[in-house]
């Protein structure tokens, strides 16, 4: 979290013990949650530091405005995304918590993917349908390749996972290609066709851009091979998601069907198109 010195720093919600005694070095403290509506206008007016999720426990669109004297946004959350930037004055700096969520997301995503690729899916253990159908039997990982979509603090974990306990041939993308850790091969997203279908399993952990919004549609899936795992850990936006529900009606055999809004906020469902695993998580991690 980034520190800057400041008169006042505000949070939106309660602070950890340790957390609080740190920022108190830098500024004079408060937590919003124990403030009073009579009194939150006052406090804000002298407000240099704000730290907020800035989502359903603080209207930053609404107050906004009262805080003149704002200097710094830092965010709890690791995306940025869904700021009101256009109330949001411009000598304002906004700095995100991007990486703190690294390790639980990149476990997520692998037990998302094991769920799908041991096949412990399905609400009812048939034996048959475990040996034999495809959407439901079991495959192996190990030497297999990855790729993963977003070469940052998530993706960079999926991959050093699928290395160290699959021995995966890890493949990335990022909007350079330049180099990253723990990655056989990286790739520019002017690339991505090329690479996907070499891809078994898929995980998107890219940030919801201009640049990335509706990155993967039809044609994109069409291009993975029929036994691919797709998880995604990114915002939903990053997938067409007319282009998703088309391509689920044109063949997708469901266990424990849900939606799939392009808020992100992801009803967890774990299905089967074209023998593709399809894993949207919940926000649970």
């Not at 000598?91 to 995503?109: K, M, Q, T």
């Not at 091969?185 to 002017?190: A, C, H």
């Amino acid at each position: 979290m980034t520190l800057v010195m400041a008169k006042v720093a505000a949070s939106t919600i309660k602070l950890p013990g340790e957390g609080k005694e740190l920022l108190a070095k830098y500024a004079e403290v408060y937590e919003l949650a124990d403030v009073g509506e009579a009194e939150l206008p006052n406090i804000l007016s002298r407000v240099n530091v704000l730290l907020c999720w800035c989502g359903g426990e603080f209207n930053l669109t609404k107050w906004i405005r009262a805080m003149p004297n704002l200097e710094v946004i830092q965010t709890f959350s690791a995306g940025v995304d869904h700021l009101p930037y256009a109330q949001i004055p411009s000598n304002v700096r906004i700095f995100s918590n991007a990486g703190a969520y690294s390790l639980p997301v990149a476990e997520h995503a692998w037990s998302l993917i094991l769920t799908l690729a041991k096949g412990v899916h399905s609400r009812l253990m048939d034996r048959d349908r475990y040996l034999n159908d495809p959407a439901y039997s079991p495959r192996q990982l190990t030497g297999k390749s990855l790729l993963v979509l977003g070469t940052g603090g998530i993706g960079t974990e999926v991959a050093r996972i699928g290395k160290a306990a699959f021995n995966m041939r890890t493949i990335g993308v990022n909007r350079s290609g330049r180099p990253a850790t723990y990655f056989d091969e990286t790739y520019p997203v002017s690339r991505l066709r090329e690479v996907l279908p070499r891809a078994n399993v898929m995980v998107i952990a890219l940030p919801l851009t201009k640049y990335t919004r509706g990155l993967i549609g039809e044609a994109e899936l069409n291009l993975l091979p029929e036994d691919a795992i797709v998880v995604n850990v990114a915002r939903g936006d990053i997938v067409k998601e007319d282009d998703l529900y088309t391509a689920f009606w044109a063949g997708f055999h469901c266990g424990g069907l849900g939606r799939y809004p392009s808020m992100g906020l992801l009803v967890l469902f774990l299905g089967w198109w074209k023998g593709w695993g399809i894993a949207p998580p919940a926000h649970l991690t």
